[in-house]
């Protein structure tokens, strides 16, 4: 029977215990335009893990809150899910469009569903969840750029790149204390603390990804970087080095642009080399 490399586990499996991931998840825009393939079980607990803390939080989705993204039962995503209106500790679910939201009460047990706009609640408050903490950031952005980095180099990246120690990361319960001491190489800076190369293009044009998540690779003679830029978004952005040897890596074209289109008009996913971006 066919085996499958998982860069999740490091380790093969058979294919029929793989699946295809979203490198991206689904319900911030993710789509199997741009996927690897991953062990089913781990992938379902990373999914829980790791993907849900950071898509559920306030500032993701408030940033992504006009593209009215499906999760994988198709049905729209909530702005916020499970909020709590404080006096009748009932949960509802808060969809914002154009900034117009709307709560909505599934029905339960012991009483039935209905939808409101905001204004109709009379003042009543809401408790909104979805608080994230910086060690949730690092862990999604860790298992991001494990994926990126096998979907865009595969052996490469398994013989020659950091994969292990964004692994560790990805699974640790405390990864900033891994980078104060040291004890990986692969340390992720968001975006006002990187030295990648192409963080400058965001300094010139805040708007440049606007509608897109941006994906990218640099090489340069110090190294390779992995970046991504979720919503196109500068509080979003972070990059990490997965390699301090470029060579196994270059192929020409100094690295690689993907751009994953977030619009209802424009869901294509859009690969490009540096090279091209740069005009060099």
């Known amino acids: 029977m066919t085996k499958e490399y998982c860069i999740y586990c490091d380790e093969f499996f058979d294919k029929s215990l793989m699946n295809k991931e979203h490198i ?5 825009g993710g789509e199997l335009d ?13 999914g829980s893990k790791i993907d849900k803390p950071y898509t559920d939080s306030n500032t993701v989705k408030l940033l992504g809150k ?19 209106i404080t006096d009748t500790q009932e949960l ?8 117009k939201a709307t709560v909505y009460k599934r029905k339960s047990k012991n009483s039935p569903s209905w939808k409101k706009e905001l204004n109709q609640l009379n003042g009543k408050e ?39 120690d964004l692994r560790t990361i990805m699974n640790s319960n405390n990864p900033e204390k891994l980078f104060n001491d040291n ?9 006002t603390l990187s030295r990648d190369p192409f963080i400058k293009v965001f ?30 978004n500068i509080a979003l952005t972070a990059t990490c080095k997965i390699s301090d040897d470029p060579k196994p890596f270059d192929n020409g074209n100094m690295g690689t642009l993907i751009l994953k289109g977030l619009k209802d008009n424009d869901r294509g996913l859009y690969i490009k080399t540096m090279r091209d971006v740069l005009n060099i």
């Not at 741009?34 to 990373?46: G, P, R």
């Not at 509802?92 to 900034?99: A, E, M, R, S, Y």
């Not at 004890?183 to 975006?191: N, Q």
């Not at 340069?220 to 970046?227: A, R, Y």
Request: aromatic residues 18%.
């Open 24 to 28: 991206i998840p689904k319900n911030i």
């Open 66 to 84: 006009d593209y009215a993204f499906t999760g994988h039962s198709k049905s729209e995503v909530p702005t916020f899910q499970n909020a709590i």
């Open 126 to 164: 809401l408790e909104i969840n979805g608080i994230i903490n910086n060690e949730d950031y690092v862990r999604f952005y860790a298992k991001l750029f494990l994926a990126t980095g096998y979907y865009l180099y595969r052996d490469v990246f398994v013989k020659n790149g950091y994969h292990n």
């Open 183 to 191: 004890a990986v190489k692969s340390v992720i800076y968001y975006s």
């Open 203 to 232: 300094n010139i044009n805040e708007n440049i990804f606007n509608g897109y998540h941006a994906i990218w690779s640099s090489i340069t003679s110090n190294g390779v970087t992995l970046g991504v830029s979720i919503f196109g």
């Open 34 to 46: 741009f996927f690897i393939y991953v062990n089913a079980i781990k992938n379902s607990v990373l």
């Open 92 to 99: 509802v679910n808060i969809f914002i469009k154009k900034n």
